[in-house]
């Protein structure tokens, strides 16, 4: 069964690039990124791999960790991590999980058998400190992962969870949000004295309070 939102990640042991990984003693206190693959030596994750290791000084800034999963076994990913590097020009800084018997791609539901009954499908899992799954992203095979977009939904996420507001349409970082509607305006006024723009009773927006 998939996971949903707000359920436990699962935790799990299993060979990586990096050495064994308890998922929930390695994530620790951070944010985590966890995105599947169907199989090593696929060209769209040869290109997404790359990109997220391009990326991890971003995805650090926001107190999260990244790590990549396939059904191959640790052999076949060190061979595919020589092609990422020459072929990229961005060598994997993050463990890539050995899924070789499928353990963690049952946990985690990535075995879609009507896609194909036994690579994983493309899914990207954001799963926050207190180990519960905040975003699920399957892609079809044919399409790329955009990290930019996984940036902009830590941003999210982090910041909704610190203040009374949700984020709208293309949001991004700086932009303005909106404030939730369980927030009467009394209470809105102490948490935003500077004040709002009501457009309608639910709709109100607010200048992006400034995580610390």
Known sequence: MSLQLGDTAPDFTQESTQGPIHFHEWAGNHWVVLFSH????TPVCTTELAEAARLRPEFEARNAKIVGLSVDPLERHEQWLRDIAETQGNALNFPLIADGNRKVSTLYGLIHP???ST??????FVIDPNKKVRLVITYPASTGRNFAELLRTLDSLQLTDTFKVATPVNWKQGDDVIIVPALSDDEAKLRFPEGWKTLKPYLRVVKQPELV
């Open 38 to 41: 169907p199989a090593d030596f």
């Open 114 to 116: 009507n896609a194909d």
């Open 119 to 124: 690579a994983t499908v493309r899914s990207v």
